[in-house]
T-cell receptor
Framework: GAGVSQSPRYKVAKRGQDVALRCDPI?????LFWYQQALGQGPEFLTYFQNEAQLDKSGLPSDRFFAERPEGSVSTLKIQRTQQEDSAVYLCASSLAQGGSYEQYFGPGTRLTVT | AQSVSQHNHHVILSEAASLELGCNYSYGGTVNLFWYVQYPGQHLQLLLK??????LVKGIKGFEAEFIKSKFSFNLRKPSVQWSDTAEYFC??????????FGPGTRLSVLP
């Protein structure tokens, strides 16, 4: 069966450029999460959607980061005016529902390098 | 704020050795606990999970973990590791529907 997919898998951006990262969750999964994973560290939460509603964006590091999920399925994480400290792997995960005992399924990630 | 700590940054073992990776969390309420594994070049995969019931949970590939509530711990174990277990292991805590909080990870290297 299809898992969580992300595109592009790799992105190189010059400092100051805008980037858009896409996540296709597992069909029927209500919840969608974005994480940032720096080299040698564990994933850190960025934001969370339940269907199209963004219920928690407390992990977004600055107002340059913006995420949307307009139709409750595909999500896009946008980073404006990229900085070198934005270089990381951006992970998307989806789960069947919010609350209770549901595991998250992760995509392969997008490795962003800002030069 | 909720946090997850993993005791070892890098563990090196020979094949057939026993493994125990430590994980402690700070949240005092009801939690769900997970271990994820990331093999080289692959994405995060669920190894095992604890939601309720028997505190000793068994996962894939011979891994198990024990939830000790009084110690806020969820240590991962395997009696005999294989070279193919070489990977990064992440402990994660989900405080009931909120976001996951991951530990920093433990890199396991198994020597053939």
């Amino acid at each position: 069966g299809a898992g969580v997919s992300q595109s592009p898998r790799y992105k190189v951006a010059k400092r100051g450029q805008d980037v858009a990262l896409r996540c296709d969750p597992i069909s029927g999964h209500v919840s969608l999460f974005w994480y940032q994973q720096a080299l040698g560290q564990g994933p850190e939460f960025l934001t969370y959607f339940q269907n199209e509603a963004q219920l928690d964006k407390s992990g977004l590091p600055s107002d340059r980061f913006f995420a949307e999920r307009p139709e409750g399925s595909v999500s896009t994480l946008k980073i404006q005016r990229t900085q070198q400290e934005d270089s990381a792997v951006y992970l998307c995960a989806s789960s069947l529902a919010q609350g209770g005992s549901y595991e998250q399924y992760f995509g392969p990630g997008t490795r962003l390098t800002v030069t | 704020a909720q946090s997850v700590s993993q005791h070892n940054h890098h563990v090196i073992l020979s094949e057939a050795a026993s493994l125990e990776l430590g994980c402690n969390y700070s949240y005092g309420g009801t939690v769900n606990l997970f271990w994820y594994v990331q093999y080289p070049g692959q994405h995060l995969q669920l190894l095992l999970k604890y939601f309720s019931g028997d505190p000793l949970v068994k996962g894939i590939k011979g891994f198990e973990a024990e939830f000790i509530k009084s110690k806020f711990s969820f240590n991962l174990r395997k009696p005999s590791v294989q070279w193919s277990d070489t990977a990064e292991y992440f402990c994660a805590v989900d405080n009931y529907g909120q976001n996951f909080v991951f530990g920093p990870g433990t890199r396991l290297s198994v020597l053939p």
